[in-house]
């Protein structure tokens, strides 16, 4: 199953509808060839229905109609732990969100999540130690629909520098959360960062 968020809203790609029987009420069977353009063009003209379901007995079908309406954005982050126990999070437009950013053209993904978390938070040392989620979410940019892939990876950070916010990119804070003290966060962040501190859950 793939949950791909339109702001705080969300559609659920699967090929199995009890994945999907207790998340939204507005489920959408399809069969033979998938076309989406003019349902996606309702779906966002219709603020007011806060998700839905598309479920297709072939999975890498409805996946691969699905993104061809879309320019596809490919972006990583890192949810990043000191030996406190602390999490790394950034404060950015109003929100708290963790450090993540798009990969430049023939970067490598796991580079990329590195390299956004020492530039948006001023991190020496953070290092990979193993692939939490993928999170999708769409905007518009000149009148194009994108679609951004997140791939997000739990890191390590070992020196005891102090974070320092990347001003240019509208981070006016960088500061380390108590991962057992999250709620400020939780009450005013993105519907990802929720499913990626989920993902890191799930593994504890």
Known sequence: MLKIYFDNRVIYLTDNPQEVSGLTSNISY???EVRFRNFLDSFVQIPQLPGCALVHSDLNELETSFFACFTPIAAAGGLVFNQNN???FIYRNNKWDLPKGKVDE???????AVREVIEECGLETPKITEKLIDTFHTYKLKGKMMLKKTHWYKM???SLVQPKPQLEEYITEAKWINANDLKSVMNNTFPSVRDVLQAYMNTK
């Open 86 to 88: 602390e999490i790394m």
């Open 106 to 112: 023939d970067e490598a993904v796991e580079s990329a």
């Open 156 to 158: 390590q950070e070992d």
């Open 30 to 32: 399809y069969s033979g």
